[in-house]
């Protein structure tokens, strides 16, 4: 039960906290703006308001309306994988719950005004330029967590594993 209650947590937390960064952006910036929070970051991050109807950090711009059955399907998927999650396990609920509320984040805004808004603004000169949301960050943040929590248990059951073998042969 309580990872379920981690899951429901995590998920309404990211949601929250993407669609308050979104509303305060459509707010206080106008299409295409640019802002510098951190002056001292210039040019490497700004908060530039724009609108993508791709997938996370703006690829594939014309295909909207598949990546929001993607993104359902992704919903659907991690749930169904997290019914598998161990009772005691802490960090996966939580990871879970940043994929699935990131996608509903960016769902939300498909739903609402037909593209996802992306204002977080990073750039490498000559190298990159890139601007995407509290979502695409949750959704990255929280695969990588799975990759490591489950890196990190199947590291452990081997080391288990090899320290049990060890003490048996030494008997």
């Not at 724009?50 to 690829?59: D, K, M, P, V, Y």
């Not at 960090?91 to 593209?115: E, K, S, T, Y």
Request: net charge positive.
């Amino acid at each position: 039960m309580q990872k379920w209650i981690i899951l429901a947590c995590a998920t309404c937390l990211t949601v929250t906290v993407d669609q308050v960064s979104k509303a305060w952006v459509r707010a206080n910036l106008a299409p295409y703006e640019s802002v510098a929070p951190i002056p001292a970051l210039l040019p490497l991050f700004r908060l530039t308001r724009s609108s993508n109807t791709g997938a996370a950090f703006g690829l594939l711009p014309m295909a909207g309306d598949i990546f929001l059955i993607i993104a359902l399907c992704i919903i659907v998927g991690m749930l169904w994988y997290f019914r598998q999650v161990s009772p005691r396990e802490r960090l996966i609920p939580f990871a879970i719950g940043l994929v699935i509320g990131g996608a509903l984040g960016n769902v939300a805004d498909r739903i609402q005004f037909g593209h996802v808004i992306d204002f977080i603004h990073y750039q490498i000169p000559h190298l990159i330029s890139n601007v995407s949301n509290l979502a695409d960050h949750a959704i990255v943040s929280g695969v990588m967590l799975v990759i490591v929590a489950n890196g990190w248990r199947e590291y452990r059951e081997k080391r288990r594993l090899r320290n049990t073998g060890a003490a048996e042969s030494a008997k």
